[in-house]
């Protein structure tokens, strides 16, 4: 299981403390990138992304929320990222996102893909075999804290299904009201990697994460 916590949720004055924490118990580090324009809320850019490289070697998974993350991938992949997800809604175009995951894995970096709640899952089909990354959405994106949709479940198992009847090698990736309520079900369901925000980063995270690791 991957253990990707998004750093949405840290609390900045203890910036230090909280990355050694990660360091210590997880696999990659969740960015999630709003431009105030795509969702209606902004976060932070490549300079904070950089900050976290020169301190940790977890693999950097970047979240795109933005209108043109065509423009945002160029600075975060100087930064440090390892990983770049983008919104199919970014574009609603195929071709478009196909063009986007060619640079991306043309900067030697892991391409994703994510869709809204409310994207039907077929949509995204003709991509599925070009992506390294898929990051379904069990909430509407914009901001950390909210309630899982439990619609989730039937969306990764469709996803899976299809992953598993052509072959395909993408890991499925989940984000949005993760905990160790849902873990295990989500797991089950066909997910390799597990976002996660506040429930990692409220009270002690490395019990957090080991608590979500006893899902299994
Ligand atoms: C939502 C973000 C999520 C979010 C996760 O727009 O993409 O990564 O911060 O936070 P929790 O786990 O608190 O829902
Ligand atoms: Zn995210």
């Given at each position: 299981m991957i253990i990707s916590p998004?750093?949405?949720?840290?609390?900045?004055?203890?910036?230090?403390d909280e990355l050694n924490a990660l360091?210590?118990?997880v696999e990659w580090i969740h960015f999630d990138v709003m431009d105030g324009n795509f969702v209606p809320n902004i976060t932070f850019g490549p300079m904070i992304l950089q900050a976290f490289r020169r301190n940790s070697d977890r693999f950097m998974d970047v979240h795109l929320m933005v209108t043109d993350p065509d423009y945002f991938t160029d600075s975060f992949a100087k930064a440090g990222a390892d990983g770049i997800t983008f919104h199919y809604e970014s574009y609603n175009n195929i071709e478009d996102c196909i063009r986007l995951i060619d640079k991306i894995h043309s900067l030697y970096l892991k391409a994703g893909i994510s869709i809204k709640p409310g994207t039907p899952v077929e949509t995204i089909y003709p991509l599925l075999d070009k992506i390294d990354i898929f990051l379904m959405m069990s909430v509407e994106p914009g901001f950390g804290g909210q309630s899982f949709q439990e619609e989730a479940y039937d969306r990764i198992r469709q996803l899976d299904r299809y992953k598993k009847e052509h072959g395909l090698d993408f890991i499925i990736e989940v984000d949005g009201g993760v905990s160790d309520r849902n873990a295990h079900e989500l797991l089950e369901c066909g997910c390799e990697a597990l976002v996660a925000g506040s429930f990692v980063f409220n009270g002690d995270i490395r019990a957090n994460v080991e608590k979500l690791r006893r899902c299994e």
């Open positions: 998004s750093v949405y949720s840290m609390h900045y004055e203890h910036f230090m360091n210590d118990s």
